[in-house]
């Protein structure tokens, strides 16, 4: 079971701003870094994000990342039809000890 | 260019084990931990434990605490996952990653 919690489904029309919320607790966004991935269908996922906001070289800068307090966000600005996609949260949990997802949010390009 | 490839696609019985293996290439394996994490069909991804390769150190999630074996072969670049006592409930896509590189997963499919 997921700690970190995401809206199931985003969606916007190409060229809008989608945003994608990642809430978690003290214990994991609160006191460590936040990671995005990028999951297209049927492939393995990617690191879109790291660190909160940094992303590694190829990934375009239409991919933001954000975080504050308990909560992150990802950011997708020029919405493209190729960005539709399942995309995740993760953090490390102090408490569990261990590394936790978010639930996944599904972006649909209209 | 880096690569993690892994290992094909496995049918078990419940009860019994699997080894999954992850190779490594285009970098230093000994540089960056490895990651495993599992998907079943339709669901969202769940981290199962991390191995450092220089060391051989491991951090396992509490989930697969007594399950899950991680290990590695530095002179062949390769890790390993192995998970024992298999149940339905273990069939999933199984993926290795060294962040930024991901594997290409390796389906697990558990049944009688």
């Known amino acids: 079971q997921s700690v970190l919690t995401q809206p199931p489904s985003a969606s916007g029309t190409p060229g809008q701003r989608v945003t994608i919320s990642c809430s978690g607790s003290?214990?994991?966004?609160?006191?460590?870094?936040v990671n995005w991935y990028q999951q297209l269908p049927g492939t393995a996922p990617k690191l879109l994000i790291y660190?909160?906001?940094q992303r590694p070289s190829g990934v375009p800068d239409r991919f933001s990342g954000s975080k504050s307090g308990t909560s992150a966000s990802l950011a997708i600005s020029g919405l493209q039809s190729e960005d539709e996609a399942d995309y995740y949260c993760?953090?490390?949990?102090?408490?569990?000890?261990?590394?936790?997802f978010g639930t996944g949010t599904k972006v649909t390009v209209l | 260019q880096v690569q993690l490839v892994q290992s094909g696609a496995e049918v078990k019985k419940p009860g019994a084990s699997v080894k999954v293996s992850c190779k490594a290439s285009g970098y230093t394996f000994t540089s960056y931990d490895i990651n495993w994490v599992r998907q079943a069909t339709g669901q969202g991804l769940e981290w199962m434990g991390w191995?450092?390769?220089?060391?051989?150190?491991?951090g396992y999630a509490q989930k697969f605490q007594g399950r899950v074996t991680m290990t590695r072969n530095t002179s062949i670049s390769t890790a390993y996952m192995e998970l024992s006592s298999l149940r339905s409930e273990d069939t999933a896509v199984y993926y290795c990653?060294?962040?930024?590189?991901w594997g290409q997963g390796t389906l697990v499919t558990v049944s009688s």
């Open positions: 993760a953090a490390w949990d102090d408490s569990l000890n261990g590394l936790v």
């Open positions: 191995m450092n390769p220089n060391s051989g150190n491991t």
């Open positions: 990653a060294a962040d930024p590189y």
């Open positions: 003290s214990s994991n966004i609160g006191s460590n870094t």
């Open positions: 660190s909160n906001n």
